[in-house]
């Protein structure tokens, strides 16, 4: 009955993070990451792009004896989809309260706010060079298929343009 050390393993960002910022939340506005991660889901994508949970209020008990009541759910909206989660009012509190098991929130409360969203940043096409692509041409002019000869050699093309780049950081650092 000795003492055995406790096995370490390295664990995700995301779960470390989680677990310091899940306290910090639920003290300071009522929220949970689970509600914010999943917030697209309950409300969907194209209300998600334009609203953000705040906070959640929940009502004060005098006592232990009072009964439970729902909270309010702040919720910041862009000024046009505030029309839009008006109008879903009663769908989303469903899915809410589904999402915690229990009747939890009975309200939504919009308040006006600017969303910053992060943006998914493009970039072209990365170049790939003519042996690349006579090779690719190659490799794919047995293929009967029209649709998926052109499939192949897109996929293909993009490969070699990111084992380039990838090369190209490494050597250029």
Known sequence: MGW??????????????SKLLDPILRKKTGLSLELMTNWPLLVGEDIADSTMPLKIIWARRASIDDPFKPATLVVGCEAYAAMILTHETNEVLQRINAFFGFVAINRIKIEQHMIEKEEVVRSGPLPVDDND?????????RIESDALRNSLKDLGLSIFAQKHSVRDKKFNN
């Open 4 to 17: 055995k050390p406790k096995k370490r393993h390295f664990s995700s960002l995301a779960e470390t993070s």
């Open 133 to 141: 692509r006579k090779r690719i041409d190659e490799l794919t002019c």
